[in-house]
């Protein structure tokens, strides 16, 4: 009797799939979900950027604000960090989100294999790209079998879930926005294309992004393929598909990036997108029986290092920490009055969701936490790296040529004669990527040193720091320099290095000898770390902070009262660069999905000042449109 039950279930599951199907009806110019017309209004909610504990809340909300859909970026740099070793648990389970996702009539929309953009670092592209030759996102045999072994994981994964195999997925983009790159690489888009085929078979959607002009659809895309572009609200969209169907007449308007917001820089204005315009714009889209998908839906956060930057004439501009975005719903889960006037508007051309509108998260709070000063960073080495992040050559190195990958290089050399007071440390043009803090230090241990100051890359002149104190022989020249994010857009993506690029000179003279070190900051926030040796009044910055917090298990937001610049750790999770004096962004996001407990350690890595009050508070309220500098 079980066996004839298994045989009838599985007949049954067999034969729902097979009623199943998702297509482009290229005569009718729409989309076919199981043989009736179709069209989607989706939102981007990138998993990389909230922890897992939190991905079935958002999901609900999105159902609940009538989508019909969620975008979602895979980062390759996420899943590998190492070539050749692939990570798909905890926040990196993509089939346990695609499941959520099938599980809340969410369907999903896949980007992002290989590349992404997203202000991520490096546009998701893994660093260890830069450690060879290979020319990225070009047919370059070389760069293509990256792209290949890394394709050949994350396919397979994603095959199961298909909509027409009975999951969520109905299209997928194996490129994106390839018409704004310098390449115009056919043959790479080609290639891509038929190993998405290999995988998920010939019925699988696959589609492109792109800018709507023509120019931009002549090199990124194929029109083989469907073809969809962005545009936000203050653009025509009957003039910008108009373009799209010029190039392809034959194929459902989509527009996969309507901007809700927009991206964030440190020292500029924090942007806000009226949500009366918004909606006017929404309107008109969907009046065109478009689909259409929403950047961002649900906002997100760069914890630790993930943040990317985008090239400027002078120096790069980098991206806060916080991804909010200014969505609909917010970096830290809550409903928007955005996200009200959106979800009206998408009922007039959607089904209601019949589901209500779940509760927005309550928010902890705590006054007033001193924090411990443990001393200069420089005396911690031993949970900072271990024997395989420390590296000698005669010439400093970069981060990529070290085979390290992300934060912060400690670069030392040790002098072998007097200097005098007032001689000159030069860097070559463009040749800091992308910080460097700099100090001299009198012993190995480095428990006795003097900051010098701190330098930002400069790419069209040579920078340089005058040290007003003699160097005495045998004395240490240290320079901590931060990565703050690869370039994740354009053509400086290929050849961008980090660390020092270049040699640096002492009174104009080449410093050789270097040791250079891979700082990780987590290590910092194993244990509460001893008192420090050197009374912390003397301690040059870096300086790390301690503080054991207790507080309810819930959502807050980390106010640097009396910091300046630096990491900050919760445990040993890393939620990202502070930089409060810069502005506009105030405070850091701490989920309590990264929590263990009520109790935890506080830990700051401060690179700016030293603090005398050395207080924070855990505010119930976030400050993302503070003061710039």
């Known amino acids: 009797?079980?066996?004839?039950?298994?045989?009838?279930?599985?007949?049954?599951?067999?034969?729902?799939?097979?009623?199943?199907?998702?297509?482009?009806?290229?005569?009718?110019?729409?989309?076919?979900?199981?043989?009736?017309?179709?069209?989607?209004?989706?939102?981007?909610?990138?998993?990389?950027?909230?922890?897992?504990?939190?991905?079935?809340?958002?999901?609900?909300?999105?159902?609940?604000?009538?989508?019909?859909?969620?975008?979602?970026?895979?980062?390759?740099?996420?899943?590998?960090?190492?070539?050749?070793?692939?990570?798909?648990?905890?926040?990196?389970?993509?089939?346990?989100?695609?499941?959520?996702?099938?599980?809340?009539?969410?369907?999903?929309?896949?980007?992002?294999?290989?590349?992404?953009?997203?202000?991520?670092?490096?546009?998701?592209?893994?660093?260890?790209?830069?450690?060879?030759?290979?020319?990225?996102?070009?047919?370059?045999?070389?760069?293509?079998?990256?792209?290949?072994?890394?394709?050949?994981?994350?396919?397979?994964?994603?095959?199961?879930?298909?909509?027409?195999?009975?999951?969520?997925?109905?299209?997928?983009?194996?490129?994106?926005?390839?018409?704004?790159?310098?390449?115009?690489?056919?043959?790479?888009?080609?290639?891509?294309?038929?190993?998405?085929?290999?995988?998920?078979?010939?019925?699988?959607?696959?589609?492109?992004?792109?800018?709507?002009?023509?120019?931009?659809?002549?090199?990124?895309?194929?029109?083989?393929?469907?073809?969809?572009?962005?545009?936000?609200?203050?653009?025509?969209?009957?003039?910008?598909?108009?373009?799209?169907?010029?190039?392809?007449?034959?194929?459902?308007?989509?527009?996969?990036?309507?901007?809700?917001?927009?991206?964030?820089?440190?020292?500029?204005?924090?942007?806000?997108?009226?949500?009366?315009?918004?909606?006017?714009?929404?309107?008109?889209?969907?009046?065109?029986?478009?689909?259409?998908?929403?950047?961002?839906?649900?906002?997100?956060?760069?914890?630790?290092?993930?943040?990317?930057?985008?090239?400027?004439?002078?120096?790069?501009?980098?991206?806060?920490?916080?991804?909010?975005?200014?969505?609909?719903?917010s970096e830290w889960g809550d409903t928007t009055w955005k996200y009200f006037l959106i979800k009206e508007t998408v009922e007039k051309y959607l089904p209601p969701p019949g589901v209500p509108v779940p509760e927005n998260s309550t928010k902890a709070s705590l006054q007033g936490v001193k924090l411990d000063s443990k001393g200069t960073l420089l005396i911690y080495f031993d949970y900072l790296a271990n024997s395989s992040d420390y590296q000698s050559a005669m010439y400093p190195k970069t981060m990529e040529d070290l085979g390290f990958d992300y934060g912060f290089v400690l670069y030392r050399t040790q002098l072998t004669k007097d200097y005098p007071a007032n001689v000159s440390l030069e860097f070559p043009y463009d040749g800091i990527g992308d910080r460097v803090t700099i100090l001299t230090a009198m012993s190995h241990n480095h428990s006795t040193a003097t900051y010098l100051g701190t330098l930002s890359n400069d790419k069209k002149k040579a920078l340089s720091v005058d040290i007003g104190i003699e160097l005495f022989k045998d004395y240490y020249i240290v320079l901590i320099v931060e990565n703050r994010g690869r370039v994740n857009y354009g053509a400086e993506m290929q050849d961008e290095t980090k660390g020092i690029r270049g040699n640096v000179t002492l009174n104009s003279e080449i410093l050789v000898k270097w040791d250079m070190i891979h700082l990780k900051m987590e290590g910092m926030g194993t244990t509460i770390l001893p008192p420090p040796d050197v009374p912390p009044e003397l301690a040059p910055v870096p300086i790390v902070y301690q503080a054991e917090v207790e507080m309810d298990m819930e959502d807050t937001f980390l106010n640097f009262t009396s910091f300046s610049r630096g990491v900050a750790l919760i445990d040993t999770f890393n939620i990202g660069r502070y930089w409060p004096t810069e502005g506009p962004q105030q405070t850091l996001y701490v989920p309590k999905g990264i929590r263990k407990s009520t109790k935890f350690i506080l830990t700051l890595v401060e690179f700016e000042k030293r603090s005398d009050d050395a207080m924070v508070d855990f505010l119930n309220y976030p400050i993302l449109n503070g003061d710039v500098a």
Request: with cysteine.
């Open 1 to 329: 009797m079980i066996i004839w039950r298994l045989i009838l279930l599985s007949v049954l599951i067999y034969a729902t799939q097979c009623d199943r199907s998702f297509l482009v009806d290229w005569d009718n110019k729409q989309f076919l979900k199981d043989g009736e017309h179709f069209r989607y209004v989706s939102g981007s909610f990138h998993y990389s950027r909230t922890p897992s504990s939190q991905w079935e809340d958002r999901m609900l909300k999105m159902k609940a604000g009538g989508l019909n859909a969620l975008q979602t970026y895979i980062m390759w740099n996420f899943h590998s960090q190492v070539n050749g070793q692939y990570e798909f648990s905890g926040d990196r389970d993509i089939a346990r989100f695609l499941q959520l996702a099938n599980d809340t009539g969410l369907l999903v929309i896949v980007r992002g294999l290989p590349y992404a953009c997203a202000e991520w670092e490096f546009g998701g592209l893994p660093w260890f790209l830069k450690q060879t030759n290979v020319t990225i996102r070009s047919s370059d045999p070389n760069y293509l079998a990256f792209v290949d072994a890394w394709l050949d994981q994350v396919l397979p994964i994603l095959e199961p879930y298909l909509y027409n195999n009975g999951g969520p997925i109905i299209t997928l983009q194996f490129e994106n926005e390839y018409g704004s790159y310098p390449l115009c690489d056919k043959k790479y888009l080609n290639h891509l294309v038929k190993k998405f085929r290999e995988h998920l078979g010939p019925d699988a959607v696959l589609f492109t992004t792109d800018g709507y002009s023509t120019s931009y659809l002549e090199c990124g895309a194929l029109k083989s393929e469907l073809v969809t572009v962005d545009f936000g609200i203050t653009d025509d969209p009957e003039a910008c598909f108009a373009d799209k169907k010029k190039f392809q007449p034959y194929a459902p308007l989509v527009n996969s990036e309507f901007y809700t917001g927009w991206l964030n820089d440190w020292g500029q204005k924090f942007t806000h997108v009226s949500a009366v315009q918004l909606v006017d714009s929404l309107d008109k889209v969907l009046s065109l029986n478009a689909s259409l998908n929403f950047y961002m839906y649900v906002g997100g956060t760069n914890f630790a290092y993930w943040s990317g930057s985008n090239s400027g004439l002078l120096e790069n501009t980098y991206d806060i920490t916080s991804y909010d975005y200014d969505a609909p719903i």
